[in-house]
C-alpha cells in the first residue's frame, strides 16, 4: 500500500519564478495538509485541501496557493518566489478533515531551494 | 508566535534506559496533541497521540504525560533502544485539522 508520494524530491528555482509541488496521497485518504518545514524549524501549516476546496489556512499569504483534484491528489503553487520561501514542503493526508488523535500520513517532502 | 515549544534541541541516552522529551505550549485551547517520530530524508512519523481529556496514554514502550495545568506533556520511552534515535516532534491543535508543532528534539540512543 502506497503511502503518500510528493514530486519531485527536490527543486532549484530562482527568486521570482513560481513552482508547482504534487502530492498524492495515502490510499482511501481524502483530505491533503501542506506544511512548510524550514531548517530548524517545525513544520508550520499552510492549507488543508477537502473535497476540491480550500477549507482552512495558515499564516502564509497569497503567493502560496493550492488545488485539489477528483483523484484527491493535489498541487501547492508558489509564486513570485523569495529567498525565504527555500524550505521542506511536506505533504500530510488523513482519513477526514478532522485528524484529531489519528494523525496524518507525511510524504517525504519536497525540498526547494530558492537561489 | 510560537505556541508549542520544544526547549532542548538534543537528547542523549544509553540504550536501555529511559528517554523522556518535553514539550510546552501556549494556547490552553488545545485539545488534541501528537508526537512525531522523523528520520533524515524522511516526513515525519506519527507515533503517539494524547487528546486534553485524558493525562497518560500508553503505547508500547511509548507513553505520554499530559500535564493542562501546566501547559506541559512529554514522551517516555522505555527501554531505549538505537532504532529510536531521530527527531521527535510534538504537535498540538485546536480544531483537530491544523496543527501547531514545535521545532523538534534530536534523540541519540547510545548501545
Known amino acids: 500500500d502506497a503511502g503518500v508520494t510528493q514530486s519531485p524530491t527536490h527543486l532549484i528555482k530562482t527568486r521570482g519564478q513560481q513552482v508547482t509541488l504534487r502530492c498524492s496521497p495515502k490510499?482511501?485518504?481524502?483530505?491533503v495538509s501542506w506544511y512548510q518545514q524550514a531548517l530548524g524549524q517545525g513544520p508550520q501549516f499552510i492549507f488543508q485541501y477537502y473535497e476540491e476546496e480550500e477549507r482552512q489556512r495558515g499564516n502564509f499569504p497569497d503567493r502560496f496557493s493550492g488545488h485539489q483534484f477528483p483523484n484527491y491528489s493535489s498541487e501547492l503553487n508558489v509564486n513570485a518566489l523569495l529567498l525565504g520561501d527555500s524550505a521542506l514542503y511536506l505533504c500530510a493526508s488523513s482519513l477526514a478533515r478532522f485528524v484529531g488523535g489519528l494523525g496524518y500520513t507525511f510524504g517525504s517532502g519536497t525540498r526547494l531551494t530558492v537561489v | 508566535d510560537q505556541q508549542v515549544k520544544q526547549n532542548s534541541p538534543s537528547l542523549s541516552v544509553q540504550e536501555g534506559r529511559i528517554s523522556i522529551l518535553n514539550c510546552d505550549y501556549t494556547n490552553s485551547m488545545f485539545d488534541y496533541f501528537l508526537w512525531y517520530k522523523k528520520y533524515p530524508a524522511e516526513g515525519p512519523t506519527f507515533l503517539i497521540s494524547i487528546s486534553s481529556i485524558k493525562d497518560k496514554n500508553e503505547d508500547g514502550r511509548f507513553t505520554v504525560f499530559l500535564n493542562k495545568s501546566a501547559k506541559h506533556l512529554s514522551l517516555h520511552i522505555v527501554p531505549s533502544q538505537p532504532g529510536d534515535s531521530a527527531v521527535y516532534f510534538c504537535a498540538a491543535s485546536v480544531t483537530g485539522n491544523q496543527f501547531y508543532f514545535g521545532t523538534g528534539t534530536s534523540l541519540t540512543v547510545i548501545p
Open positions: 490510499s482511501g485518504h481524502d483530505t
